[in-house]
């Protein structure tokens, strides 16, 4: 089992930055993601990483402004996230999985909320 909690969501200006903080207790999976939910959209993914390799990946929406990492040593994955849009506001929630498709554990999420 792997349990995930996720914080660091808040408001923000359109512009400003946010960072997501992800701690994960339990097994380590080999890949840790971060999706986000908007009101009446399916959920989309963001980032993620390896544990094991520095391997990321990005959604394109989010390339050049958004940034994956990891502290092996506090079973943390970080979200730094800039130059925010509006249109990033969404529910963010951190994964845990065995491939970049497949993610069993999933966190209860934080809210991320950009006013123009």
């Known amino acids: 089992q792997v349990q995930l909690v996720e914080s660091g969501g808040g408001l923000v200006q359109a512009g400003g930055s946010l960072r997501l903080s992800c701690v994960a207790s339990?097994?380590?999976?080999?890949?840790m993601g971060w999706f986000r939910q908007a009101p009446g959209k399916e959920r989309e993914f963001v980032a993620g990483?390896?544990?094991?390799?520095?391997?990321?990946r990005y959604a394109d929406s989010v390339k050049g402004r958004f940034t994956i990492s990891r502290d092996n040593a506090k079973n943390t994955v970080y979200l730094q996230m800039y130059s925010l849009k509006p249109e990033d506001t969404a529910n963010y929630y951190c994964?845990?999985?065995?491939?970049?498709?497949?993610?069993?554990?999933w966190g209860r999420g934080t809210q991320v909320t950009v006013s123009s």
């Open positions: 990483s390896t544990w094991s390799e520095i391997i990321t």
């Open positions: 994964a845990a999985g065995r491939t970049w498709t497949q993610y069993d554990y």
């Open positions: 339990g097994r380590t999976s080999n890949i």
